[in-house]
C-alpha cells in the first residue's frame, strides 16, 4: 500500500467516523481536526538519529567501552543506504567517535554529521526528535514531553527500598533520575536542522510507546500512555486528541499492558511491530506471556483480530523468543526491538540457538533488505534493544 493511498485512508477514515458518530457520542473526535500524520517506518528515511553512548551521566565508562561497538556496527550498516545523524555529548566525544568509525567500521564519513548536545542517555527512539509531516507536506518535529519513563515512580528518594528497582552493575543510580537533557533533545535537533517544532511538552510519549502502520492506525498500551507516573488523570479521550491531531491516527488498538513490567511500563515495540500497512509482527501466544508475565491475555486477542482503519484484519508473522534464558537478563528474550532502514534490518541476537531462527523469518519477512545481526543481550542489560536507539528522518522529498 502506497503512501498517497494511505494519506486517503487516514482521510476518509476521519470522514467515516463523522458520519457515523451521534452527537451525543462524548468519546466521538468529530470537532478534532487532523493537522499532521505520521509517516510509517518503513517509509523511505532521508537517515536515522542515533544518541552516541557517553560516561557523562547514567552508565559507567566500562560499559561505554561494551557497547560503543554496537553503534559502530548500527552506523556502518545504515550508512550505505540513508544518512546517520549522530548526537555527540561534546567536540571531544566527536572526534572519538569519529575514529572508531574510521578505524574499526571502515564508515565513509560523508554519510554521516553529528550534531553537538548533551543528553542523559541514549534512548534516541524516546527521547528524540519525532517527526511528522503537516498539511502542506511540510516536516515537522513534535516534542512531546520526557520524564524518563516516569523514573522518579521506580528510582527517586522517596520510594521505599523495597519498591525500587534494581540495576546493573554498568548504572551509577545517583544519575538516574536524570531525564531533562533527553527532555530538551527533540528541541535542539529542530533547531540546528531548521525544521518547525510542535511544543507538546504537556504530554508525555516516548516513541517506543506506539506503533503505527502509517495509515491511521496505532498500537499502543495504557500502562505506558495513561500511567499516572506519566499523564496523571489522563484518558483514552484525551490521549486519542493528541493521536488523531498530531499523528493523523482515527483508529486507536488500546492493549492493557503490563505496568511495573519493566522500566518503560510495557513498551509496544517489544511486544507487537508494524511491518507494512497490511503485517504486524509479533509472537505466538505463549511467548507473548513469556515475555511479560502480568500481560492479560485479552491484549494477546487485540492484537491478533486487530483491524486497520478499513475494518481489514492484518496478517499475522510470529518470531520466536530466544530457547534459553539470556545470562545477564535472567529471562528469555524476544526479537521484535529490531530496526528497519532503507538497505537494512539491524537485528538483536544473543547467542542463542534461535537466533538464526529469527534471523531467517526476518529475511523473508523484509527479502530487499539484508539482515544484520546485533548484539543484543549487552544492550538489553540496561533495558532496551535496537529499536529504542534509534530514530527514522523519513524522506519527505525534493
Request: hydrophobic share 40%; aromatic share 10%; charged share 25%.
Amino acid at each position: 500500500m502506497n503512501k498517497f493511498i494511505c494519506r486517503l485512508l487516514i482521510i476518509a477514515s476521519a470522514l467515516f467516523v463523522v458520519a457515523c458518530s451521534s452527537s451525543q457520542d462524548d468519546h466521538s473526535l468529530n470537532d478534532i481536526k487532523v493537522e499532521y500524520s505520521f509517516p510509517a517506518e518503513w517509509e523511505e528515511h532521508e537517515g536515522t538519529w542515533l544518541i552516541w553512548p557517553h560516561n557523562f551521566g547514567v552508565i559507567t565508562p566500562e560499559y561505554v567501552d561494551m557497547i560503543d561497538d554496537i553503534w559502530v556496527t548500527m552506523t556502518k550498516a545504515l550508512h550505505t543506504g540513508e544518512r546517520v545523524h549522530i548526537v555527540a555529548y561534546n567536540s571531544a566525544e566527536r572526534s572519538r567517535i569519529t575514529s572508531l568509525l574510521e578505524t574499526e567500521g571502515g564508515v565513509e564519513l560523508s554519510q554521516v554529521d553529528f550534531l553537538i548536545a548533551e543528553t542523559d542517555q541514549f534512548w534516541a527512539r524516546d527521547c528524540g526528535a519525532m517527526f511528522a509531516m503537516d498539511s502542506e507536506g511540510k516536516p515537522a518535529i513534535l516534542d512531546w514531553g520526557f520524564n524518563g519513563y516516569g523514573r522518579m515512580d521506580k528510582l527517586g528518594p522517596d520510594v521505599p527500598e523495597e519498591l525500587r528497582w534494581e540495576m546493573p552493575e554498568f548504572v551509577r543510580e545517583e544519575y538516574l533520575g536524570n531525564y531533562v537533557k533527553d527532555d530538551l533533545l527533540a528541541k535542539v535537533i529542530a533547531d540546528a536542522i531548521g525544521v518547525g517544532c510542535v511544543n507538546l511538552n504537556g504530554f508525555v510519549l516516548e516513541g517506543g510507546a506506539i506503533e503505527s502502520d502509517g495509515c491511521g492506525t496505532i498500537i499502543t498500551t495504557e500502562s505506558c500512555i495513561l500511567n499516572s507516573n506519566r499523564n496523571p488523570g489522563a484518558t483514552r479521550r484525551k490521549a486519542e486528541i493528541y493521536f488523531k491531531r498530531y499523528l493523523g491516527a482515527t483508529n486507536v488498538i488500546w492493549l492493557e499492558g503490563s505496568p511495573d513490567e519493566d522500566i518503560t511500563d510495557g513498551h509496544i515495540d517489544g511486544l507487537v511491530r508494524f511491518v507494512d500497512a497490511n503485517t504486524i509482527v509479533t509472537m505466538n501466544r505463549e511467548d507473548y506471556h513469556e515475555t511479560y508475565d502480568y500481560t492479560p491475555d485479552g491484549d494477546y486477542n487485540k492484537v491478533i483480530n486487530a483491524t486497520n482503519t478499513a475494518g481489514q484484519r492484518y496478517k499475522i508473522v510470529t518470531l520466536p523468543i530466544t530457547a534459553e534464558e539470556v545470562e545477564w537478563l535472567g529471562w528469555r528474550a524476544n526479537y521484535l526491538n529490531y530496526y528497519a532502514g532503507n538497505e537494512v534490518v539491524l537485528v538483536p541476537v544473543f547467542g542463542d540457538v534461535m537466533d538464526a531462527e529469527a534471523l531467517r523469518i526476518l529475511g523473508n519477512i523484509y527479502p530487499d533488505k539484508e539482515i544484520v545481526p546485533v548484539n543484543g543481550e549487552v544492550l538489553a542489560v540496561v533495558g532496551g534493544g535496537i529499536h529504542c536507539v534509534t530514530q527514522q528522518q523519513p524522506f519527505f522529498g525534493r
